[in-house]
């Protein structure tokens, strides 16, 4: 799977979660958590999202990898291969 | 004859605006059925019924605003025949037909294609896909059964006005009015209600160590946030200190039989609302977490229960994901109490003698003093406090 098709299923999931985000608006390199106003519940929700459409598994410990919108994508590549 | 009214549905509501039945006559139904959707300022709710019987008649008609209070249909108890239901009509006959033509006031705003007099059908799954799109419901064209508006309809009306400004109208109007709704139910927590507020410190090392080894060991959706201990550690202290828990109403307090907490829940469109998770004092964390997930999805989809809107006996809010160290409450009528949590956090903490860097949160009470005092609420949280300690007792 390419970056490319993860990053559409990223947003897609994201987008599930909070339906007022902008793309544009993104910017990838800054914490994700921040700028779409993610709390923990919408977090858990998110990576359950990502679970069930890219068969995943995400441990707790891998938490703190995941920041930004750039490195959730690296993070995902990487399991994805 | 049992007599179905409609309910309050917070301290906020004083009307609704009734939308469906969920039932027709000759029905049975049972303690706990969806009998009704009604709108609130907040949500389209679904409402049950706390009687058992058989449907007689249905009295309110769909689109109609009215009065909590006001008789919206009858039914027959057990054993009773419609004869006997007749009979008992005619000794209030006023009692039915006045209630509800004086009550209830016919919604006026209806959108443009609409005929006087006719009222719209809208399916619920339209209507929460409405909701969800920004569009007004009661405006879109239907073209299901009776002019029904469906699911359909609702997306191809939203794909229309898709380049129509971002905030559509119905939407800021709802938001005003669950603005006014929030203002009318604080003020008058502010007004009746003699806050007092106290404050501790939960170091959070036991929890958090035992919720990763938890989470280590199960599976992405079955994950357990720290919320939920949260929730229990309340409802089991509420189990202790009982007038924390409960009802003020008609200048006294009716203590909980159950612990119901409201979990209070921002709407991202602006807002909140505090809808219950029921008998938490005997939930599993696993369920507890179960029915938060289910219940803050709900809540966001404008899906709720009446029973979840009407009886929590005391409410928790966390707004500690927004980063605040700590929050004191404002109690919501006619609850007596509420907790709050601030972010978890990693602080310096002095433990058997030594400095410790660990996790902690702060825990707050408002307290209502017409029912409590200061110590109380102080043990209070210092049960709080114990409970967390020992996470795997929760």
């Given at each position: ?81 | ?77 057990p054993g009773e025949t419609p004869e006997a239901a ?66 359909e309809d609702v997306e191809r009306a939203a794909a ?235």
């Open positions: 799977m390419t970056n490319e098709e993860i990053r559409t299923i990223v947003l897609a999931t994201l987008k599930g979660i909070a339906p007022e985000i902008e793309e544009s608006d993104l910017r990838p390199d800054r914490p994700l958590r921040d700028q779409v106003d993610l709390d923990s519940m919408d977090w858990l929700n998110f990576l359950v999202g990502l679970h069930q459409r890219l068969q995943v598994e995400i441990p707790e410990a891998d938490y703190r990898k995941l920041t930004t919108l750039d490195t959730v994508i690296a993070y995902l590549a990487q399991k994805c291969v | 004859m049992i007599e179905f009214k409609l309910p309050s549905l917070g301290a906020d509501m004083d009307k609704g605006k009734f939308l469906e039945w969920r039932i027709k006559p000759g029905d049975q139904v049972k303690r706990g059925d969806v009998v009704a959707v009604v709108d609130t300022s907040k949500a389209a709710v679904d409402v049950e019924i706390w009687n058992e019987g058989t449907v007689y008649e249905l009295i309110a008609e769909p689109g109609v605003t009215m009065r909590v209070g006001t008789v919206m249909a009858t039914l027959l108890a007749e009979a008992e009509k005619r000794t209030r006959p006023a009692a039915v037909a006045v209630s509800v033509q004086a009550e209830a006031v016919p919604v006026t705003a209806v959108a443009a294609p609409v005929v006087p007099g006719e009222r719209r059908r809208v399916s619920p799954v339209a209507r929460r896909r409405a909701a969800e799109l920004g569009v007004d419901a009661e405006s879109v064209a239907g073209t299901g059964p009776h002019g029904a508006v469906t699911l229309a006005t898709k380049a129509a400004p971002a905030v559509p109208a119905a939407q800021l109007d709802k938001q005003a009015e669950m603005r006014r709704a929030i203002a009318a139910a604080m003020s008058r927590s502010k007004r009746e209600i003699p806050h007092y507020y106290l404050s501790e410190r939960v170091p959070l090392q036991n929890a958090t160590l035992w919720l990763q080894a938890e989470n280590a060991r199960r599976g992405l959706t079955e994950r357990v946030l720290m919320a939920a201990l949260f929730l229990k550690s309340v409802a089991l202290a509420c189990e202790t200190y009982p007038d924390m828990n409960g009802l003020y109403r008609d200048g006294k307090f009716e203590p909980g039989a159950s612990v119901h907490v409201g979990v209070a829940i921002s709407l991202r469109q602006g807002g909140l609302i505090a809808p219950a998770i029921h008998d938490v004092q005997k939930k599993s964390l696993t369920q507890l977490m179960q029915d938060l997930t289910d219940l803050v999805k709900r809540a966001r989809a404008g899906s709720l229960r009446s029973s979840e809107m009407s009886d929590p006996t005391i409410t928790v809010t966390n707004l500690g994901d927004q980063g605040v160290e700590s929050v004191f409450g404002v109690i919501y009528p006619p609850q007596v109490a509420l907790v709050g949590f601030g972010r978890v956090a990693e602080l310096a903490c002095v433990v058997e003698g030594g400095l410790r860097i660990i996790p902690a949160v702060t825990a707050s009470l408002a307290a209502d003093h017409r029912v409590s005092d200061g110590h109380r609420g102080a043990l209070f949280l210092a049960e709080i406090r114990r409970l967390l300690q020992q996470p795997e007792t929760l």
